[in-house]
Nanobody, 121 residues
Framework: QVQLVEVGGGLVQPGGSLRLSCTAS????????MGWSRQAPGKQRELVATITSGGNTNYADSVKGRFTIYRDNVKKTVDLQIDSLTPEDTAVYYC???????????????WGQGTQVTVSS
């Protein structure tokens, strides 16, 4: 079994910052790409940032310059630093990772349960 657990969401004022963290656990052999997505009310889920095991990152245009993704391969964590928050960043944030379990030949995509970020004064 593999689990991804996110922490760090909450209520923040516009202009503030948050750091979200996601930890992978279970019978993991290898973790490939990790990322963060978000889903605002009434909108489709949007991929905002990804990071490879080698540290290569990609960001959605809407978050470039404000979001930074980090990864610790030893701790099996992926963090998302969010700065200069606006109400438009209000959403449930999900982490996901492509993970190969011990004894399996191919990786699968796993998702966390999500953490709510609300930006409001």
């Amino acid at each position: 079994q593999v689990q991804l657990v996110e922490v760090g969401g909450g209520l923040v004022q516009p202009g503030g910052s948050l750091r979200l963290s996601c930890t992978a656990s279970g019978n993991i052999f290898s973790i490939y790409i990790m990322g963060w997505s978000r889903q605002a009310p009434g909108k489709q889920r949007e991929l905002v940032a990804t990071i490879t095991s080698g540290g290569n990152t990609n960001y959605a245009d809407s978050v470039k310059g404000r979001f930074t993704i980090y990864r610790d391969n030893v701790k099996k964590t992926v963090d998302l630093q969010i700065d200069s928050l606006t109400p438009e960043d209000t959403a449930v944030y999900y982490c996901n990772a492509d993970i190969k379990r011990i004894g399996e030949s191919l990786p699968q995509s796993y998702w966390g349960q999500g953490t709510q970020v609300t930006v409001s004064s």
